[in-house]
């Protein structure tokens, strides 16, 4: 009697994971195909070594790509593209999260239409909007003009680094307003009162409580924001005029001008290791927040 | 009453078209267990909120030991607050949850750790000192809530429902253990239930709310044996509610036209609601000796329930509704069946005369 029921329950799991595996198939399927294929592609190139013609010959596997990742110019557009990103993801978090705290304590109608607000962007292409932010700060742009007509003198900030971090911030921040928004609207709110009863200024109870009850949300939009900013290559392209490389556009030289597979292939490698080392770094310390 | 701890004169608060607390009065004295009891939606949270300082009164001035509260932030009021989900801070241990007030309150840090303890042992929590709320039961997150309240020494503990999320076992012990804990410390409790059994058991005074409005205060006693209004007769207990007319000085006709004995029932010609607890009223057999003065109606057992420690009846006597009677499981009194006729009777002294 007991092996039998044993067996009918192994059998249940059983069907139960077949189940789980034809569920996930076409994902599984076009996953391989589309990103694990492509990527160990990009891997096998980085072993690779140029010809003097500029082509990669699939042989000579060696480590010279490799050897040069963080040396040299590479290392100087690295750290450059590592404080932009920091710092991308620093200002547009001290800008969302009053204004996600704010669309979490809307009446819940409200709240839905706010949300709306910070999507419509998406609704329009990336390139279409990173143009748009080049014509709006360009000496004879809007900005500019306003500017002047106050007096003032016109506004020089396109191809900087400002025009990048700019338009960096502007692009991502839905990213950090969504997680921050979901983490503070899912809030218990009798615990700020718990705290204002328990003799904490307002100030205080944020401090103590909602912040760290909010760190989830802090540490995804982080790394939502984090990590594109990191290989952005549009946005430095347009608002920066490529003036000073960023990861992002240092790779793709790589690949199109100095026509050197194996050492693009090893930068991109090597910034995907970073992030991901930095992403399960930071989950892991968020999560132990809570 | 000793000076008062907490005093609302004339407290109205509106949320927007709702009237939330209307034009309440209530004086609440120091050392006293005062529950404030009503259906949901009453405004008896409301009415705590106001003097924990989360919602500040549209009119009306509140006082806390004499001194007006006025516009004063929660951090600034001589009060604790226990809240009805415990809202326990989750990423605190048991004791950072404890020690937070004090903490605020920039109490020495030696102070604070004796006084932590001190107040979890009272609640026997000591050995989950290091524990996050999310690995306490619910009884055990209740005395949580319950020591970082009482830790700060507040002068008033205003307390939300705190047993509603707790099954009837433990919800019945910890009403023995907040009554013998209020009267250990002398701090004055304000208690907002909807559970009368709950209030009746602890408080020295109750508040009874409705729609807003304060409708009667009084000792448990006071309460449930004379409640003015058929409000508070319904909301208390059981209780049969019959509709009379005054027929003369001391007595009323029934709608079956038999006239009985009440109390100065108010003047002649006048429809009243009589108040019975269904344990006043007495069966017995038609031809059995009954209680010289005592009204009789004779009847129709159509319904028993079985309680354990009680039978009760449905009695028809011809009225509106059945009489419920409640008569006591004990060996020497008798239980009648389905269909039997029977003699309800009371003793008029038992009746109730109340307002619609």
């Known amino acids: 009697m007991v092996a ?50 500029g082509s990669t010959a699939l042989s000579d596997w060696n480590l010279d790509s490799w050897a ?66 080049k014509f709006l700060m360009g000496s004879e742009g809007p900005l500019s003009l306003i500017s002047q007509l106050f007096g003032g003198p016109p506004v020089r900030i396109l ?20 997680p ?52 952005a290559y549009v946005t430095p392209a347009i608002l920066g005029g490529g003036r000073t490389p960023l990861l992002g556009d240092y790779i793709v030289q790589q690949f199109l001008q100095a026509r050197n597979w194996p050492y693009g292939a090893a930068l991109s490698m090597a910034v995907m290791v970073v992030m991901l080392i930095a992403t399960v770094f930071y989950f892991r310390k968020g999560g132990r927040t809570l | 009453m000793s000076r008062p701890a907490v005093e609302l004169v004339g407290i109205t608060k509106r949320f927007g078209d709702v009237v939330a607390v209307d034009d309440l009065d209530l004086t609440v004295g120091d050392g006293e267990f005062f529950s404030l009891l009503g259906p949901s939606g009453c405004g008896k949270t409301t009415t705590l909120r106001m003097i924990a300082g989360f919602e500040y009164p549209t ?61 979890l042992d009272q609640v026997q929590l000591r050995h989950r000192a290091d524990a996050k709320p999310s690995q ?3 009884g055990q997150r209740q005395r949580v809530a319950l020591a970082r309240a009482l830790v700060n020494e507040p002068e008033v503990l205003l307390l939300d429902e705190p047993l509603g999320a707790l099954d009837l076992k433990l919800r019945q012990n910890m009403q023995v253990e907040l009554k013998e804990l209020q009267n250990r410390v002398g701090i004055t409790f304000i208690y907002v239930t909807h559970d009368q059994e709950e209030a009746l058991t602890m408080s020295d005074r109750i508040g009874v709310m409705d729609e807003g409005k304060l409708l009667q205060v009084g000792t448990p006693e006071e309460i449930y044996e004379g409640p003015r209004s058929r409000f508070v007769a319904d909301f208390i207990g059981d209780i049969n509610l019959i509709t009379a007319t005054v027929s003369g000085p001391d007595r009323v006709r029934l709608g079956n036209g038999q006239e009985i004995e009440v109390r100065s029932p108010g003047p002649v010609g006048e429809e009243v609601t009589l108040a019975l607890r269904p344990e006043r009223l007495e069966l017995y057999d038609l031809d059995e000796p009954m209680p010289e003065n005592h009204t009789k109606l004779r009847g129709k057992v159509i319904r028993r329930m079985y309680y354990g420690d009680a039978y009760f009846y449905d009695v028809e006597v011809g009225l509106d509704h059945p009489l419920e009677v409640k008569e006591e499981n004990r060996p020497d009194v008798e239980t009648y069946d389905m269909g039997e006729e029977t003699v309800v009777c009371w003793d008029p002294a038992a009746v109730n005369v109340v307002t619609d």
């Open chain 1, 68 to 133: 040069r990742v963080f040396q040299g110019p590479a290392l100087e557009v690295s750290i450059r593209s590592l404080i932009l990103a920091a710092v991308t993801t620093l200002l547009s978090l001290v800008l969302s999260y009053p204004f996600a705290y704010w669309i979490a304590t809307r009446p819940a109608r409200l709240r839905a239409i706010l949300l709306v607000l910070v999507m419509i962007p998406f609704w329009s292409n990336f390139l279409v909007r990173t143009y748009a932010m």
């Open chain 1, 180 to 231: 921050l928004y979901a983490a503070l609207e899912r809030m218990d709110w009798s615990l700020v009162e718990a705290a204002r009863d328990l003799y904490a200024s307002g100030w205080t109870a944020f401090r103590k409580v909602t912040l760290p009850l909010s760190m989830p949300g802090v540490v995804a939009g982080s790394v939502l924001v984090f990590i594109p900013a990191l290989g």
């Open chain 2, 59 to 119: 009119e009306g001035t509140l006082k806390i030991h004499g001194e007006e509260m006025g516009l004063r932030p929660p951090n600034e009021r001589p009060v604790n607050t226990v809240f009805q989900s415990y809202a326990l801070f989750p990423h605190m241990t048991v004791a950072d949850n404890v020690a937070f007030g004090l903490q605020m309150r920039k109490v020495p840090s030696a102070e604070i750790e004796a006084r932590v303890k001190r107040v």
């Open chain 1, 4 to 53: 039998e029921s044993v067996d009918l329950e192994t059998r249940a799991e059983r069907a139960e994971s077949r189940r789980g595996l034809l569920i996930g198939l076409p994902t599984y399927l076009y996953l391989i195909l589309f990103f694990a294929v492509p990527l160990v592609i990009v891997l096998v190139y980085s072993f690779a070594t140029r010809t003097r013609t």
């Open chain 2, 136 to 138: 306490l039961s619910g």
């Open chain 1, 159 to 178: 191809f900087t680094q400002w025009a990048v971090l700019i338009g960096l911030v502007y692009g991502y921040m839905p990213f950090m307003i969504l």
